[in-house]
């Protein structure tokens, strides 16, 4: 079982880009890397999800470098609503969701 | 939206009581999962059901019990119900199996209190 460490809280600006990193050292060969975001009394939400190198889609990007062993979301231009936390977690696929590992996430705070 | 619906949105019973949670996936996806968020404990897996079977089990108590029928919607059963079960319940659900790489997509949640 992968367990991920990331931080507790960070906080940012409206417009700045804010970089989340997550560890996980115990990463597995087949193992991907995914993050949620949630809202307060809201479920949470798939953002990205990549195996190596980097991934883009229309909210942010997750640069995962080769040893695998961390890998960071990047929010670019964050606003208000971007304040939520932010999950990072490791699976495969053949592992079951079970197993997987949603911890303390990170809670985002922007400020105006 | 995420085509996830949960009912009831809120619950408010008391101690000993026991309650239903109802979960209905999104068109065409096989798996379940409940989840249990409270404030000291983040979010935790109960358990998932796929097109009708067990197939992973987390943290759930044996008070509580699930089960997803043959249209595919699920229920929690709650029992014997206890102040520290006051919590957020999230379904979730998923296209295929549940492997660690496939999409949740998450219900708004059941938000139980118990007096």
């Known amino acids: 079982l992968a367990k991920t460490t990331q931080p507790i809280s960070m906080d940012s600006y409206e417009g700045q880009e804010v970089n989340i990193t997550c560890s996980h050292n115990?990463?597995?060969?087949?193992?991907?890397i995914t993050w949620y975001q949630q809202f307060p009394s809201q479920g949470p939400r798939f953002i990205i999800q990549?195996?190596?190198t980097k991934v883009t889609n229309e909210v942010a990007s997750l640069f995962i470098p080769a040893d695998r062993k961390s890998s960071t979301l990047s929010l670019p231009r964050v606003s208000l609503s971007d304040t939520a936390v932010y999950y990072c977690?490791?699976?495969?696929?053949?592992?079951?969701?079970?197993?997987?590992?949603f911890g303390r996430g990170t809670q985002l705070t922007v400020w105006p | 939206d995420s085509g996830v619906t949960q009912t009831p949105k809120h619950l408010i019973t008391a101690t000993g009581q026991r309650v239903t949670l109802r979960c209905s996936p999104r068109?065409?996806?096989?798996?379940v999962y409940w989840y249990q968020q409270s404030l000291d404990q983040g979010l935790q897996f109960l358990i998932q059901?796929?097109?009708?079977?067990?197939?992973a089990k987390g943290n759930i108590l044996e008070r509580f019990s699930a089960q997803q029928f043959p249209d595919l919607h699920s229920e929690l059963n709650l029992s014997s119900l206890e102040l520290g079960d006051s919590a957020l319940y999230f379904c979730?659900?998923?296209?295929?199996?549940?492997?660690?790489?496939?999409?949740?997509?998450f219900g708004p949640g059941t938000r139980l209190t118990v007096l």
């Open positions: 979730a659900s998923s296209a295929a199996s549940g492997s660690g790489t496939d999409t949740q997509y």
């Open positions: 977690l490791v699976g495969d696929r053949g592992s079951t969701l079970g197993r997987l590992y």
């Open positions: 059901y796929y097109n009708g079977e067990e197939r």
């Open positions: 115990n990463i597995a060969t087949n193992d991907y």
């Open positions: 990549g195996y190596k």
């Open positions: 068109s065409g996806d096989l798996s």
